[in-house]
């Protein structure tokens, strides 16, 4: 569940009242001051770590200097990250996360009007997330995402999978190879090739080189197809661009930005 601006400052306001704060102690249990709570970066050596928020709960958001951004509530706290991390990701660099069982709105409220208190309390403002007027995090409906592209119906083909590549490659204007799925990419480099990209707010297709039941065998293929060793790839009006470091380095020179604008 999420909170509107109006229904969260209703809430903030209801929040100061003593008998919710002891609702918000008694649902979430002794572990629940977000000062204890372990900051975990959603990186670690290049790797994305949302698989490890496959909880329900309350979390709150912390910036590269550890300054708290906002406090959210949800019953899949990777997936409510993992949308953070591609549409805010220079706010989204750690989290603290309170697993809660008793996932009922009524305990969910309780326990994130008490990190919000709590947050108060101890910077002397609400999260800047959490602010009424504040749209980026609380309001802000994610658009549906593409699904990934499937080069087969998974089932056996007679077609090599170069064949199938060959012609995807050609008929969509960027397509992004990458290791995992759009909302949860499954290493850092794929996971820094499909931020640039959302970025640049342009059209793109994402393949999966993982999937072994829809893309048999394209993890070692696309890399003969390219002739390079490394995954991910990106490619823009049928030719290849290269990988993460180097689209990473176009993005830094702007060369990015005029390339995707191109093939569109």
């Excluded at 309350?58 to 550890?66: K, L």
């Excluded at 997936?79 to 805010?88: D, G, I, Q, W």
């Excluded at 008490?114 to 749209?135: C, F, K, R």
């Excluded at 994610?142 to 056996?156: F, I, S, W």
Aim: aromatic share 6%; hydrophobic share 45%; glycine share 6%.
């Amino acid at each position: 569940p999420s909170l509107r601006p109006a229904a969260m400052a209703a809430a903030l306001r209801s929040s100061r009242r003593p008998h919710v704060r002891a609702s918000a102690s008694a649902s979430a249990g002794a572990a629940a001051k977000l000062a204890d709570t372990p900051l975990t970066p959603v990186m670690d050596k290049g790797e994305v770590q949302t698989a490890a928020l496959a909880t329900a709960g309350v979390y709150a958001v912390f910036d590269a200097n550890e300054a708290i951004q906002y406090v959210g509530l949800s019953r899949k706290i990777d997936a409510s990250v993992a949308n953070h991390m591609a549409e805010l990701p220079e706010l989204t660099h750690a989290v603290k996360v309170l697993p809660m069982s008793d996932t009922s709105r009524e305990a969910l409220v309780a326990a994130w009007k008490a990190w919000v208190e709590e947050s108060v309390e101890l910077t002397g403002a609400i999260p800047p997330g959490n602010q009424p007027g504040e749209t980026k995090w609380q309001a802000r409906k994610a658009a549906p995402m593409k699904r990934e592209v499937r080069l087969t119906a998974g089932k056996a083909i007679n077609v090599p999978i170069e064949e199938l590549v060959d012609k995807l490659v050609k008929d969509a204007k960027v397509v992004a190879f990458v290791k995992g799925t759009r909302t949860q990419p499954a290493c850092g480099f794929s996971f820094k090739m499909l931020q640039m990209l959302n970025e640049s707010r342009v059209d793109f297709e994402v393949v999966n080189v993982l999937d072994e039941e829809f893309n048999p065998g394209l993890r070692d293929a696309i890399k003969k197809y390219s002739q390079w060793p490394t995954i991910p790839q990106l490619y823009v009006g049928g030719e290849f661009v290269g990988g993460a470091d180097i689209v990473e380095q176009m993005n830094t020179s702007g060369e990015l930005a005029k390339l995707l604008k191109g093939g569109q």
